[in-house]
């Protein structure tokens, strides 16, 4: 997404949830964030492919604003070496809506949508879901980004030995192939869910 398309879609989303004036320096905060160095995937990359699927989805959310933002800190914080950056993105979220006068509601709500981006559960409601889609539309893009991706995430784990890091990778696909759907919208399942099943079975068989 262009940086224009990015602060239109920042501040619908809080004008959604009924705060008049977004924080623009909170904006770039984030943006700066999804620039860090250690990151290979988790980048600005994959953030505006999230929101790009999100603005072409939108209608199936029954808050769209809280869908947004949630998508906006949703990798906020990413530390390779740790196990809470999903809480940790979660609970800034809930704080920066606070700040800035949303209501807690729906900061309560956004904070939940971040901690479902953990994929240890399936998701709950339509908002949940759609962002889960999103989260994974990944897995059904087009064969080139598919192994684009799949580079970059070995690239943020370059540091864990090749004899460890693939065989959980590979784990972590297969988990994702078994599911019964991988996506649960009706209109992304139609749109990825075959393609994502043959880019899963292709990666997991090369790593075999």
């Not at 998508?71 to 809470?84: E, G, N």
Request: net charge negative; aromatic share 8%; proline share 4%.
């Amino acid at each position: 997404m262009t940086p224009e398309a990015l602060l239109a879609n920042w501040n619908a989303a809080w004008h959604a949830l009924g705060v008049a004036s977004a924080d623009e320096a909170l904006c770039i905060e984030l943006q700066r964030r999804y620039c860090e160095p250690q990151r290979r995937y988790h980048t600005m990359q994959h953030l505006g492919e999230c929101l790009a699927w999100f603005e072409q989805q939108k209608d199936l959310a029954e808050r769209p604003g809280e869908v947004a933002l949630a998508l906006w800190f949703h990798d906020a914080i990413y530390d390779v070496h740790a196990h809470d950056n999903e809480a940790r993105s979660a609970d800034w979220a809930r704080s920066a809506m606070l700040e800035q006068g949303a209501p807690k509601e729906a900061a309560e709500r956004v904070h939940a949508l971040v901690m479902a981006t953990r994929h240890n559960a399936v998701p709950e409601g339509r908002d949940a879901e759609l962002l889960i889609d999103i989260d994974l539309s990944i897995l059904g893009a087009e064969r080139a980004r598919f192994d684009e991706y799949e580079r970059q995430v070995h690239a943020e784990y370059a540091f864990v030995p090749d004899e460890i890091r693939r065989p959980r990778r590979r784990e972590i696909l297969q988990r994702f192939l078994e599911r019964e759907a991988i996506y649960t919208t009706p209109q992304m399942h139609a749109l990825l869910e075959a393609r994502a099943r043959a880019n899963l079975a292709r990666s997991i068989a090369a790593a075999a």
